[in-house]
């Protein structure tokens, strides 16, 4: 496989994860609705963010199958948590549970966090990459938490 295919390949699976999940979820929608804590940010700003975070992931997992260090592990690490990270919004929008999407997304948090560990382990760039998804996900558990306790 070329490098562009590798790279390619890599990028559209999560990006793509991501709009389905997005057109999923769509109807269910109500974060404009809800009252929402201290820095919480415009819901314009969400699909902008996920995307650049699903190029990254798709980047460093790309990095990875070029220079064949993607393994069994590697590969049940990354897909996991992108499974865990897809449960997130339904659990949260469509269902509307807001507790168990608290749980959900701190075991997303753990799950990236080691993720970023196997990757950094296999390759510095492909780890440091994931720092800003490490991030977003920590201040959406936050958010996640604030609104569940603001509107229950």
Partial sequence: ?????????SILV????????????????NYNEL????????GILFPIVWTTLYVL??????ILKVNLKVDSEISSTYYGQL???????ILFFVFKWRLFAFVWIVILDFA??????KFYSKNK??????????????FATYLNLSIYLLNR
């Fill in 1 to 9: 496989m070329s490098k562009f295919k590798a790279y390619a390949v």
């Fill in 83 to 89: 499974a865990i990270n897809a449960l997130w919004p």
């Fill in 112 to 117: 990236v966090i080691r993720m970023i560990l």
């Fill in 125 to 138: 760039t492909a780890g440091l990459l994931q720092i800003p998804y490490a991030l977003w996900t920590i």
């Fill in 35 to 42: 009252e929402k804590p201290f820095l919480a940010p415009p």
């Fill in 57 to 62: 992931m798709g980047i460093s997992y790309g």
């Fill in 14 to 29: 999560p990006v793509a994860i991501g709009g389905i999940i997005g057109f999923l979820i769509s109807g269910s929608m």
